[in-house]
């Protein structure tokens, strides 16, 4: 604990001005990964980046650090990272760029987003990238069209957060988290009880579909199938998932009843306002550097089989309109900033997955996770992930379906006539992509 903390403050020291930063965070090798051979270009190539901040912790301050790295050590390219909000708010922004001819040249978007990116002629194939890079199997998108249409970057995985001070304190055993539905809601009562301190928070706004999305799996059916058009809102599995979030305030009473927003709820939990959080994986770093206890990670606990959790975070797309100078540059930024030096990296500061085996075998990598044993559970975790939810239009699919849920964790209506709204709603929007299929 005290030694990750440690090094985060290095970082964050380096980061802020952008230079060094590999070094000092002795990664100092990261320059010279594959890709990474300065340009011997007479003039420089700019490119456009735009990147989400939409998770906890200081992403933007790691990703500026990143980005002066590969200037300093590429002097015919230079990328201008955008920052550019949560992942619904860059692709909005990016569909608005796209459709007035101003694309960017490189972009970390939702992965889920690669329908709608298609629809609009937007991307360009990255074949030759992804099946260079030896990416998790889990990672990859599946093929549309014969293409593989983006690179994994930021991967992660919904993971269970609990405060190990608090466990013991309540006589339960600190080194593990709890397994299973029922076991989840014994703990935190016992820990409501034992201590006073709220007993779970999950966050239900911003990406609630995504939060949700576990407990749907695991009650027996994913929230869509891969095409891009069909919708699963209103299954059991969506009701018993539902029905048992609901219960959590409700019911059980270990929860706060209302919306929870998706940044406040890690701060409760750095703050020992509770004691189990679901969250990122992708928010592993900023937790366990703000926590004044030792934080422990789990899978999800189990439903009625196996447990079971989906994918989430972004991947590199590269837009067409650009030049083939900038489509070259573009790609030696993502081969680079995806090579195993980088991506363990980027691992060991985020808590994102690595995406690559080979950066999970990085020696400083495996020294890390040695002393910080939380970062293996979303890598172990991928074995057991399912695909998240992507469709065409895809934001008014998230908004219709977040609504819903939001509808009845503030009281206004029921389980079931939420989802069966939600499931027309959806139907309607998706309704020409599934005649014309495209």
Not at 27 to 48: D, E, K, R, Y
Not at 163 to 168: T, V, Y
Not at 301 to 324: E, H, L
Request: hydrophobic content about 40%.
């Amino acid at each position: 604990m005290k030694g990750v903390k440690s090094m985060l403050r290095v970082w964050a020291a380096a980061a802020a001005t952008g230079v060094g930063l590999l070094a000092l965070a002795g990664c100092g090798n990261a320059g010279v990964a594959s890709g990474s051979q300065p340009s011997s270009a007479s003039h420089t190539i700019t490119l456009t980046y735009d990147y989400p901040v939409g998770v906890s912790g200081p992403l933007a301050q790691i990703m500026n650090g990143m980005v002066a790295r590969f200037n300093q050590t590429h002097p015919g390219i230079h990328v201008n990272p955008v920052f550019s909000g949560n992942y619904v708010q860059t692709l909005a922004k990016v569909e608005t760029a796209i459709q007035s001819g101003t694309p960017p040249a490189v972009a970390v978007l939702n992965h889920t987003a690669v329908f709608d990116l298609l629809h609009l002629n937007a991307v360009q194939p990255l074949d030759s990238l992804v099946q260079s890079g030896d990416f998790y199997p889990a990672l990859l998108q599946p093929k549309v069209g014969g293409h593989y249409w983006s690179v994994p970057f930021q991967r992660s995985t919904v993971v269970l957060y609990y405060n190990k001070a608090l466990f013991a304190k309540a006589g339960l055993n600190p080194d593990q988290g709890p397994s299973t539905w029922q076991q989840l809601v014994q703990d935190a009562s016992l820990i409501q009880e034992k201590t006073g301190v709220t007993g779970i928070e999950i966050p239900s706004d911003g990406t609630v579909y995504w939060e949700f999305q576990p407990f749907a799996i695991e009650a027996g059916q994913n929230l869509a199938a891969n095409d891009g058009v069909t919708v699963h809102f209103n299954s059991q599995a969506a009701e018993t998932a539902l029905q048992f979030w609901v219960d959590l305030s409700h019911k059980y009473h270990v929860e706060p009843p209302g919306i929870l927003p998706w940044n406040t709820v890690p701060d409760d939990f750095e703050r020992g306002k509770t004691a189990m959080i679901v969250h990122s994986s992708g928010s592993l770093a900023s937790i366990v550097q703000n926590a004044s206890f030792p934080v422990g990670v789990s899978f999800m606990p189990q439903g009625v089989g196996q447990a079971r959790t989906n994918m989430g975070g972004g991947d590199f797309y590269i837009f067409r309109g650009i030049s083939p100078a900038q489509t070259q540059a573009a790609e030696t930024f993502v081969r680079w900033m995806t090579a195993p030096a980088q991506a363990a990296y980027w691992s060991m500061h985020t808590g994102y997955v690595p995406v690559t085996s080979q950066a999970l075998q990085d020696p400083q990598m495996q020294r890390f996770v040695q002393q910080h044993p939380q970062f293996l559970v979303a890598p172990e975790q991928l074995q057991y992930a399912e695909p998240e939810l992507s469709t065409y239009q895809l934001n008014q699919i998230y908004e219709i379906f977040d609504s819903a849920v939001q509808s009845v964790l503030d009281g206004q209506t029921d389980v079931k006539t939420a989802l069966n709204r939600a499931q027309q709603q959806a139907e309607a929007a998706l309704a020409p992509y599934r005649t014309t299929g495209q």
